[in-house]
């Protein structure tokens, strides 16, 4: 898909991985529509993007500011092309001492928030037969580790979220992709791995923010139905998937860096 001028709605476009791919889809001729919860932080992270392009306030867990952004988008641009579901946060804690409400907030967040956002924009993109959702998952969608049960049952939901949509619109027009990638070095770890141990231990693995914001470019222009990230960290998910006992006796030290 050429993507210039194609109407693209993010969340969680305040900072980080948001912010960047609005950027490099405004560099393919796209039009970034900016949303979040601080008007002030989309406001600098729009200030960068030449081009046409947008911002609107709303939070992910409130579903009438969600229905009031997308409907404030058609009205100013006529249509949505793509939605990049990208909201979403992370804690990491072991499970007998995380509090049940960060599971609820979580998942209200990084699950709620992507169904809100698809079921705002799905008539638009029903009535004119075409359109994209890219949902951003995560590696740990595939692959739980210690202290991150909350997070990783959130982006578990996002996947099977996601497989389903597909089914359901293949023949409507629509495509329904999943991005999942493995650790980042953006600000998603101040709150996510406070002490800042997990950083440590992964940082000869943590990708460049740039690299992933590519890929998601990518996917948008390919109409991918899923990527892991790095594509090399996929081909292990896969074995782990196949021999899930084995690997959890071979890699198991390996992948509990938290």
């Known amino acids: 898909m050429v993507l210039q001028g194609k109407v693209v709605f993010i969340s969680g476009a305040s900072s980080g991985i948001g912010a960047l791919t609005a950027q490099?889809?405004?560099?393919?001729?796209?039009?970034?529509?900016?949303?979040?919860?601080?008007?002030?932080?989309?406001?600098?992270?729009?200030?960068?993007?030449?081009?046409?392009?947008?911002?609107?306030?709303?939070?992910?867990?409130?579903?009438?500011?969600?229905?009031?952004?997308?409907?404030?988008a058609v009205t100013e641009f006529g249509r949505i092309d793509i939605v990049l579901n990208n909201a979403g946060y992370g804690k990491f804690d072991y499970f007998e001492d995380a509090p049940v409400r960060d599971f609820e907030e979580m998942m209200d967040t990084n699950y709620?928030?992507?169904?809100?956002?698809?079921?705002?924009?799905?008539?638009?993109?029903?009535?004119?037969?075409?359109?994209?959702?890219?949902?951003?998952?995560?590696?740990?969608?595939?692959?739980?580790?210690?202290?991150?049960?909350?997070?990783?049952?959130?982006?578990?939901?996002?996947?099977?979220?996601?497989?389903?949509l597909r089914m359901e619109l293949k023949d409507k027009g629509i495509m329904v992709s999943a991005v999942n990638p493995g650790p980042i070095d953006t600000p998603f770890f101040e709150l996510a791995d406070p002490q800042g141990t997990y950083v440590k231990n992964v940082r000869w693995f943590m990708m460049k923010p740039e690299y992933v914001a590519d890929q998601i470019v990518r996917v948008m222009e390919r109409r991918t139905a899923e990527v892991d990230l790095p594509r090399s960290a996929g081909i292990g998910i896969k074995l782990y998937q196949l021999f899930p006992r084995l690997a959890d006796r071979i890699s198991g030290r390996l992948l509990n860096r938290k």
């Open 24 to 72: 490099k889809l405004a560099a393919k001729g796209a039009i970034p529509i900016l949303t979040g919860r601080s008007e002030e932080k989309l406001r600098q992270a729009a200030a960068g993007i030449a081009g046409r392009k947008a911002i609107y306030t709303m939070d992910v867990r409130n579903l009438e500011q969600v229905e009031q952004a997308v409907r404030a």
């Open 112 to 164: 709620m928030g992507i169904v809100r956002c698809t079921k705002a924009v799905i008539p638009y993109m029903l009535k004119q037969r075409s359109g994209h959702i890219v949902n951003i998952a995560s590696m740990a969608g595939k692959l739980g580790t210690s202290k991150s049960t909350g997070y990783s049952a959130t982006k578990h939901a996002v996947l099977g979220f996601t497989n389903a």
